[in-house]
């Protein structure tokens, strides 16, 4: 199973090789066999007596993450969707894609999308999962901006990553706090402690994190802004990511978690509601689109609320026709995107307005698309297989879980009723679809190019899909036993009894005379469409959920940089403020929760009068040397603080340290004075006095924390010191009767060697600086 | 004694930081060279004061003050010197190079 899942991940590296010969050979060809064979290697697994097989590979021992593959009915339905479809979109994309194009770039993202959903739908541990989760959106992200240099591209590009991502890190949030509470990264293991789960207090918690990652995968309401955005995209791509596959992937997860997440109110109620609101909106929706494919997208969301709206009712008829209807969504919704490709290339636009009476130049397209519209739409008769899962969602709808509540019971009286509406609009601008772009008048003087039928290549995959969708409408219960029930068994858990689905259930079935009325009243609606599309225009635009994205993308980019602006003034000063003040308030606030503050006056020197007045004498200097104005007598002023501090270590009996200050400090004058000479004038720059009062708090904030530290520690010593281990040896260990020194280059010599170190850089340092001139000034 | 000298060295931090916060790099220094005296002073006020005689170890002398903190100060006076001269000539080479010595006037290039 390992190198089915990694098959397309290991060709992509062979494609650079592959496309040199581009000029003779499509790329497609060499690479689609990969699909192929692994659609030939799962389907050996169809069959009535499937059991669910598990592989293990050791990936992160030590963090519980191992590449654990567990194939079931569900993850078989999609692996098989996944290669099959994409065998027939690698094909489609052969004669869609010209020579000419980047088609490297375009089979190795489209074959790391494949990897990476295959990994989805095939993962049993949770962090393995959501790697792959987030390759499909890395890759869905490139295939969307294929053509980067077109503006649209970008933008689709980057919404549909910010949300996606947005998302799957909500997912991820979800994940890890399962894995935390069941102590398993195993989904299988996590089921058998549902109980733990549901009952824990962060349970609704994951709900929620878990349900926002599905929902923007699988473009919920409101999420669902990207996809049409998505339609940038190659068509290929819009067919297989963007109806197929990775749109599904939120379905999967909805439906891999239900066992854990589901049987619950909540999720009935979240679940459920979004699905149906998607359902309704995006249907009503669709028929406001002028673009072939941004009808396709719209129709994409609205069937995706469908499905996820029939997850979240988790009746058995429910789940079943759920799955029955993710098989039939992919086969027509497929089919319909490759002929939108085809009527794009053909003519030129996708523009329906543009389009029409395109039949008699293309009966192939306008068959296979009649078999999907009216597949969608849910026309019943026995050849469209989009019929038999509209049904069964009615009939699920009206038979909804019994949960209480006042909320629960609303909804349970408004679903039918929201169902039958949405798929009245389904019908709608199923029929539009259809009607304006292959019948009507043919506006010749619009198209660019004459039309004509389409190659018999870009043909096949649509055919192969419409074959799909006719042959299970004729035998719906083809794959029933063999296939649609394991795959239903693995999301309702054990007890689900496979359905017989019957075209007819007679007049007194009520999901019939459902269908009826969705026929009924949306015959009439698409008829008279003209009349009522002025609905749309109540609405403005500037209400939509785009706008709202812009704003929002827009204010947190204003918004950060506003902030930025506001701190970052390139200003040394403001930044001093900053670093100081939180130095002030953090340790000062420290100091005074913790009671630091002491005072002890028994351990003190006694005060002599020639310290009162070197001291006194520094404080008044250095006083002085903020008011001052003329550089000498500032650097004069330094000097005598320097002088008065060697005063005070002779005092204080460190006569190396008075000899060393000394010296320092008349080098440090010196140096001052040669440097004056260059340096402007002091001049008094005016400051703004709320500028003024900022620095003196701050400065005598701080000499007021210094002093506190050093009283209060100086007040609360803990333990002798060291020296005078330092002291008795420093004759019989350093040779030395000089303490300071011995200490200096014999206890503790690698201080003073980095020192030298210290001296020699900046000497050198001042050298270059004086000497190197890569300047303007050098010119 | 103390409790004075630590006095003096959180006024010899406070006019330096208010030095530090000036517009002109001179200043700027001044203040870097006052905000080293005022830690030198600070850690030999830690170290106690006048506890006996120099730590130079001759016949009769003792008990001696705490050789330590002189010698961490000496260490810190080197540093401190190199990084002020250095900054000295920096202060120079941006002033003359600038042709101003305001740092509010020094903010980069536009294209940072």
């Given at each position: 199973m390992i190198y089915a899942v990694f098959a397309p991940l290991i060709i992509t590296l062979l494609i650079p090789l592959l496309s040199k010969w581009k000029e003779r050979v499509h790329t497609g060809w060499f690479i689609l066999p990969v699909p192929i064979l692994i659609f030939i290697y799962f389907v050996q697994f169809v069959g009535e007596n499937f059991t669910p097989h598990s592989e293990s590979y050791s990936w992160i021992p030590s963090l519980n993450i191992s590449i654990d593959f567990y194939l079931d009915g569900l993850s078989l339905l999609f692996v098989l969707l996944i290669s099959g479809i994409g065998s027939l979109v690698v094909l489609y994309s052969i004669y869609y894609l010209h020579k000419s194009e980047q088609l490297k770039q375009f089979y190795i993202y489209l074959y790391i999308f494949m990897f990476s959903m295959l990994g989805v739908v095939l993962s049993d541990n949770v962090f393995v999962l959501y790697s792959f989760w987030e390759f499909t959106s890395l890759s869905s992200f490139l295939l969307i901006g294929y053509w980067h240099y077109r503006e649209r591209s970008r933008y689709g590009a980057l919404k549909s990553m910010l949300i996606t991502v947005f998302g799957g890190l909500s997912l991820f949030g979800g994940l890890i706090t399962l894995s935390v509470i069941t102590e398993t990264t195993s989904i299988q293991a996590m089921i058998e402690q549902k109980d733990l789960i549901v009952n824990h207090s962060l349970f609704p918690l994951i709900l929620v994190f878990i349900l926002l990652g599905a929902f923007t995968k699988s473009a919920q309401f409101p999420f669902h802004i990207w996809l049409p955005d998505a339609m940038e995209a190659p068509t290929p791509v819009s067919a297989y990511l963007h109806s197929a596959t990775m749109v599904k992937a939120g379905i999967f997860l909805v439906a891999r978690f239900s066992p854990i997440l589901g049987g619950e109110p909540s999720f009935f109620i979240i679940v459920s509601l979004f699905g149906i609101v998607t359902l309704f909106w995006a249907s009503f929706m669709a028929v406001r689109q002028t673009d072939l494919k941004g009808i396709l997208a719209f129709s994409t969301v609205s069937q995706l609320g469908m499905i996820m709206a029939m997850l979240g009712f988790g009746t058995d008829v429910a789940i079943f026709a759920a799955v029955f209807h993710i098989l039939n969504h992919a086969t027509f919704k497929g089919s319909l995107f490759m002929i939108a490709g085809i009527v794009d290339h053909e003519t030129g636009t996708r523009d329906v307005r543009k389009l029409g009476g395109l039949m008699t130049f293309m009966p192939m397209s306008a068959t296979l698309a009649l078999f999907g519209v009216f597949s969608m739409a849910g026309v019943p008769l026995p050849f469209f297989n989009g019929f038999y899962s509209k049904e069964l969602f009615f009939e699920s709808a009206i038979d909804l879980p019994g949960f209480s509540g006042a909320f629960v019971e609303f909804l349970q009286q408004a679903i039918p009723y929201i169902a039958v509406i949405g798929s009245i609009f389904t019908f709608v601008y199923s029929m539009y679809l259809f009607f304006s772009t292959f019948r009507g008048k043919y506006k010749e003087h619009e198209l660019k190019t004459k039309p004509h039928e389409a190659p018999l290549g870009m043909l096949i995959s649509p055919s192969i899909l419409v074959l799909g969708v006719i042959l299970i409408g004729l035998f719906p219960n083809m794959v029933n036993e063999s296939f649609l029930a394991h795959a239903a068994t693995a999301v309702f858990g054990d007890g689900f009894h496979a359905h017989e689905v019957k075209f007819w259930h007679g007049w007194e079935s009520p999901a019939l005379r459902m269908s009826l009325i969705v026929v009924g009243v949306g015959t009439i609606l698409a008829i008279t469409r003209k009349k009522w599309t002025s609905v749309y225009t109540v609405f403005p635009r500037r209400l939509s959920f785009n706008e709202l994205y812009n704003y929002i993308v827009d204010s947190i980019e204003k918004g950060s940089t506003k902030i930025t602006e506001t701190y970052m003034t390139g200003s040394i000063r403001h930044y001093v403020s900053y670093i100081l003040g939180s130095i002030l308030i953090i340790t000062g606030a420290i100091l005074f929760i913790t009671n630091g503050v002491t005072i002890e006056f028994d351990d003190l020197a006694p005060i002599t009068i020639p310290e009162i007045l070197v001291g006194l004498t520094m404080a008044i200097a250095a006083i002085a040397s903020i008011f001052t104005n003329n550089r000498l007598s500032l650097i004069i002023i330094v000097g005598v603080v320097g002088y008065g501090l060697s005063v005070l270590f002779v005092i204080y009996r460190a006569p190396d340290l008075a000899l060393t200050q000394l010296i320092v400090e008349t080098v440090t004058v010196a140096l001052f004075l040669l440097c004056f000479k260059h340096l402007p004038e002091l001049k008094n720059l005016p400051s703004h006095p709320g500028v003024k009062s900022i620095n003196f708090l701050i400065s005598v904030g701080f000499g007021v924390l210094v002093t506190l530290i050093g009283i209060s520690s100086h007040s609360s010593k803990l333990f002798s010191p060291i020296s005078e281990y330092f002291i008795e040896e420093s004759v019989p260990l350093g040779g030395g009767h000089n303490v300071v020194n011995v200490i200096l280059v014999d206890m503790r010599g690698l201080d003073t060697l980095f020192e030298i170190t210290v001296l020699g850089i900046a000497a050198l340092a001042i050298y270059a600086l004086i000497k190197l001139r890569h300047d303007k000034e050098a010119k | 004694m103390e409790i004075i000298m630590a006095v003096l060295a959180g006024l010899l931090f406070a006019t330096a930081i208010y030095n530090l916060l000036q517009k002109q790099i001179l200043r700027i220094i001044i203040g870097t060279v006052l905000l080293s005296h005022g830690a030198h002073l600070f850690i030999l006020t830690m170290g106690?004061?006048?506890?006996?005689?120099?730590?130079i170890i001759v016949e009769g002398a003792g008990p001696f003050t705490d050789p330590l903190p002189q010698a961490l100060i000496l260490t810190s006076i080197v540093i401190s010197f190199g990084v002020t001269s250095f900054l000295l000539v920096l202060a120079y080479r941006a002033s003359t190079l600038n042709k101003t010595d305001n740092m509010e006037e020094l903010r980069g290039s536009e294209h940072e």
């Open positions: - | 106690k004061l006048k506890r006996g005689d120099p730590p």
